[in-house]
């Protein structure tokens, strides 16, 4: 079945620094992925809604210009926390959807637990 | 914006048949209604989706009312494993909008 690769499964960073987390769709290409938050024991929370070869739609209140989306190639979408800061640990996931498939399931990643020191 | 509504939790016996509820009144005609489950730390998982018929898998039941704004994840026989917090998601082009989901308990 199709498979969402996320890399890393967790990272730990010093505050201030940088942090750039892979989602891949490894056996299709996927047009559009998604990106998410999720705090500990909340709901999901969706961040951003990015397209290939297209800036990222983002969710009100998500700061595009601390959480860079890049969506460079049908089956590689980055998200990039920027100068991190303690608030930002969480738990981030993305997911994607086959090209031209919207009626088929979203395949999502396993998650990459991100926590700032 | 279509948004869906959920029950926060809901408690189940298992072996027994469990009904989670989603309301989407703001539904539009391209969405489809998907449901996903999530288990701890892990991402969600597909569960079943449909547009307006009634759809059956090996892991569910997917009952969609005549108006579409209501839809029902039926899980026929609750088990341990399906403990696990349910999303029923409205996905149309580029567009994806969900709720809270319900925290399913179910009870040995």
């Known amino acids: 079945g199709a498979v969402v690769s996320q890399h890393p499964s967790w990272v730990i960073c010093k505050s201030g620094t940088s942090v750039k987390i892979e989602c891949r769709s490894l056996?299709?290409?996927?047009?559009?992925m998604f990106w998410y938050r999720q705090f500990p024991k909340q709901s999901l929370m969706l961040m951003a809604t990015?397209?290939?070869?297209?800036?990222?739609?983002?969710e009100q209140g998500v700061e595009k210009d601390k959480f860079l989306i890049n969506h460079a190639s049908l089956t590689l979408s980055t998200l990039t926390v920027t100068s991190a800061h303690p608030e930002d640990s969480s738990f981030y996931i993305c997911?994607?959807?086959?090209?031209?498939?919207?009626?088929?399931?979203?395949?999502f990643g396993n998650g990459t637990r991100l926590t700032v020191t | 914006d279509a948004k869906t509504t959920q029950p926060n939790s809901m408690e189940s016996n298992e072996e027994e048949p469990v009904h989670l509820p989603c309301n989407h009144s703001t539904i539009s005609g391209t969405d489809y209604i998907h449901w996903y489950r999530q288990l701890p730390s892990q991402g969600p998982e597909y569960v079943i989706h449909?547009?307006?018929s009634n759809v059956n898998n090996r892991m569910a039941s997917l009952a969609i009312a005549e108006d579409r704004k209501s839809s029902t994840l039926i899980l026929h026989r609750a088990t341990l494993r399906d403990a696990a917090v349910y999303y029923c998601i409205l996905l149309s082009i580029n567009m994806l909008t969900f709720g809270g989901g319900t925290r399913l308990m179910v009870k040995p």
């Open positions: 997911s994607a959807i086959r090209a031209g498939s919207y009626n088929s399931p979203l395949h």
């Open positions: 990015s397209n290939e070869g297209s800036k990222a739609t983002y």
């Open positions: 449909g547009l307006t």
């Open positions: 056996d299709f290409q996927a047009t559009t």
